[in-house]
């Protein structure tokens, strides 16, 4: 059974900067994997992807500011999120690429004007 477990969030002001961490156990992680986020009121989005291989993917209201990275050997995916805006608070989620295991408790990143 796969669980995802996501942490590093926080109340940051803007322009500052936070790094998740998503860790994986009972799987292991040799697919592409993404971190997506959900607003209140406003449904979960992909945020960003990383095959593994390495290449990236970006939506392009985080492009130039977020840089996803993966350890496969800790089975853990990165999101190091800088020049953080207001507009980024959400709770931040991990989860294979389209989806398809159960979600984490995700963690909630709160960006202060």
């Known amino acids: 059974q796969v669980q995802l477990v996501e942490s590093g969030g926080g109340l940051v002001q803007a322009g500052g900067s936070l790094r998740l961490s998503c860790t994986a156990s009972?799987?292991?992680?040799?697919?592409?994997m993404g971190w997506y986020r959900q607003a209140p009121g406003k449904q979960r989005e992909l945020v960003a992807t990383?095959?593994?291989?390495?290449?990236?993917n970006y939506a392009d209201s985080v492009k130039g500011r977020f840089t996803i990275s993966r350890d496969n050997a800790k089975s853990t995916v990165y999101l190091q999120m800088n020049s953080l805006k207001p507009e980024d608070t959400a709770v931040y989620y991990c989860?294979?690429?389209?989806?398809?295991?159960?979600w984490g408790q995700g963690t909630q990143v709160t960006v202060s004007s």
């Open positions: 989860n294979r690429f389209g989806g398809g295991w159960a």
């Open positions: 009972g799987v292991t992680l040799s697919l592409t």
């Open positions: 990383i095959s593994t291989g390495g290449n990236t």
